[in-house]
Nanobody, 120 residues
Framework: QVQVVESGGGLVQPGGSLRLSCTAS????????MAWYRQAPGKERDLVAG???????NYVDSVKGRFTISRDNAKNTVYLQMNSLKPEDTAVYYC??????????????WGRGTLVTVSS
């Protein structure tokens, strides 16, 4: 069984920074892509940033230049460094991982989410 757990959310003032972490654990052979999504109240869940196993990244336009996604393959962990936060970044942030398990099956796993609130 594969699990994904996020951490690092909280309350921050506009212009501040937060770093989210997400670790996958369980019967993992390797991890393909990892990504961060977010869902604001009353809105759909949208992709924020993604990173491949080789380190190729992509970002939604609204966070380019402010957010940085990175990963530590040895730790099965992906990070999201968020700088210059704005109130519109307020959302529940979810981690997504595409995992090849030890049985040779590709599985997609979501974390339960971590709340980021940007407010003065």
């Amino acid at each position: 069984q594969v699990q994904v757990v996020e951490s690092g959310g909280g309350l921050v003032q506009p212009g501040g920074s937060l770093r989210l972490s997400c670790t996958a654990s369980g019967r993992i052979f390797s991890i393909n892509a990892m990504a961060w999504y977010r869902q604001a109240p009353g809105k759909e869940r949208d992709l924020v940033a993604g990173i491949t196993s080789g380190g190729t990244t992509n970002y939604v336009d609204s966070v380019k230049g402010r957010f940085t996604i990175s990963r530590d393959n040895a730790k099965n962990t992906v990070y999201l460094q968020m700088n210059s936060l704005k109130p519109e970044d307020t959302a529940v942030y979810y981690c997504n991982a595409e995992v090849l398990d030890v049985n040779g099956r590709y599985v997609e796993r979501w974390g339960r989410g971590t709340l980021v609130t940007v407010s003065s």
